[in-house]
Nanobody, 119 residues
Framework: QVQLVESGGGLVQAGGSLRLSCAAS????????TGWFRQAPGKEREFVAR????????YYADSVKGRFTISGDNAKNTVSLQMNSLKPEDTALYYC????????????WGQGTQVTVSS
């Protein structure tokens, strides 16, 4: 089992920055990739960014490219999401997720951290 705990959410004005962190514990050696997702009220959950631990490849949703940066620290079993130039439409509950197999669904999810961007 893997446990994921997010932190770093909060309230920020448009144009500001936040840094989210996801701390993993448990059987972390089996994680293939860690991703960030978000869900705004009344909307479906959507992919934000992902990092593959083998090779360090990163992927982003078009809506956040150039503004968000995902990074990982293997030694600390943490994944961070640096969010710059935030917009009101970035307001959502942000989740960290991990999967153990390439191309599979995400096996593990955190509880989420709220990000609110005021205009």
């Amino acid at each position: 089992q893997v446990q994921l705990v997010e932190s770093g959410g909060g309230l920020v004005q448009a144009g500001g920055s936040l840094r989210l962190s996801c701390a993993a514990s448990g059987r972390t050696f089996g994680i293939y990739a860690t991703g960030w997702f978000r869900q705004a009220p009344g909307k479906e959950r959507e992919f934000v960014a992902r990092i593959n631990w083998s090779g360090g490849s990163t992927y982003y949703a078009d809506s956040v490219k150039g503004r968000f940066t995902i990074s990982g620290d293997n030694a600390k079993n943490t994944v961070s999401l640096q969010m710059n130039s935030l917009k009101p439409e970035d307001t959502a509950l942000y989740y960290c997720a991990a999967r153990t197999t390439p191309g599979s669904q995400y096996n593990y999810w955190g509880q989420g951290t709220q990000v609110t961007v005021s205009s």
